[in-house]
């Protein structure tokens, strides 16, 4: 079964620090990998997308790595403001359909930054 | 441009109510999808639809149907509300299939069931 996990939780973070969430997967192809930011009460907005031939791409203060060998990707959020207080979701989409869906969803970190 | 828009943005209902969610996208997109959102899991596929017209069933199907009568509206219905449909909802849109294509995805609708 195609899983994606992510890890931590939740995080808290002091304003201007920096941090960084992972996200492990089982999806096999694989073809892309994206990182969703989810405001509260918001639906997710697209961060980055990923090919498998591409190990790092950055929007603004984002930064996502991805190891297509190992299964692993990361985010990096780089001087950290409280407008980054929000969820961020991994999901990788397969190259197979499962009862219609080729993505899966991770279960999100939560990320609190602090003043 | 809106962009996804969803209504109702809460919703309580009694077990055995009925209701109706309306999905409005404005981006031409041929794509659309309901998902929903349940604590520390990833969203799920209730219903999705390829073209004006078509419907398809997700992961979680059950107790959910869902309309695509013009390309712009997308409806998730439930004929007879459970508790274990209490969740946040959200509609989705995209260009393309979604494994290729970035999703668009509306503010959600948080119902609740007693």
């Known amino acids: 079964k195609n899983q994606v996990e992510q890890s931590p939780q939740s995080l808290i973070i002091l304003e201007g620090k920096n941090c960084t969430l992972q996200c492990n997967y089982t999806v096999s192809p694989f073809s892309n990998l994206r990182w969703y930011k989810q405001d509260t009460g918001r639906g997710p907005v697209s961060l980055t997308i990923m090919t498998f031939s591409e190990n790092t791409k950055s929007n603004g203060r984002y930064t996502a790595t991805l190891d297509a060998d190992t299964k692993q990707s990361s985010l990096h959020i780089t001087a950290s403001q409280l407008s980054d207080s929000a969820s961020y979701i991994c999901?990788?989409?397969?190259?197979?359909?499962?009862?219609?869906?080729?993505?899966?969803f991770g279960g999100g970190t939560r990320v609190l930054v602090k003043p | 441009n809106a962009g996804v828009t969803q209504t109702p943005k809460f919703r309580v209902l009694k077990t055995g109510q009925s209701m109706t969610l309306l999905c409005a996208q404005d981006m031409n997109h041929e794509y659309m999808y309901w998902y929903r959102q349940d604590p520390g899991m990833g969203l799920r596929l209730i219903h999705y639809s390829v073209g004006e017209g078509t419907t398809a069933k997700g992961e979680v199907p059950d107790g959910y149907n869902v309309s695509r009568l013009k390309k712009q509206n997308f409806l998730l219905g439930l004929e007879s509300a459970a508790p274990s449909q209490t969740s946040v909802y959200f509609c989705?849109?995209?260009?393309?299939?979604?494994?290729?294509?970035?999703?668009?995805f509306g503010a959600g609708s948080r119902l609740t069931v007693l």
């Open positions: 989705a849109s995209s260009m393309e299939e979604a494994g290729a294509n970035v999703l668009t």
């Open positions: 999901v990788v989409s397969g190259m197979i359909k499962a009862a219609g869906n080729k993505l899966t």
